[in-house]
């Protein structure tokens, strides 16, 4: 598998990467982050996906409500823009 570019420029500054996870730490440590987490854990435990290695996790659509996808896709997503092709 290739590495993306942003994977190879922090695999090459190390010092790039610790500041980058020094600010992931505080970013998904804000209690926005952690609500957040909250409802998509608790929407997964409850369509039963939590946990049980199906593959499966819980996605966000356009209009708010959060629905069964494929962990691959819904995770894939993020690299562009972010947005839902669900409706």
Known sequence: MALSKSAKYFRNNPEARKKKNEYNKEYHSTPKRKRYRVRLNKANRQAGTYGNGDGKDMSHT???????????????????DGSTTKK
Do not use: C, I, M
């Open 62 to 80: 356009k209009s708010g409500r959060l629905v069964k996808e494929s962990q691959s896709q819904n995770r894939a997503r993020n690299g562009k």
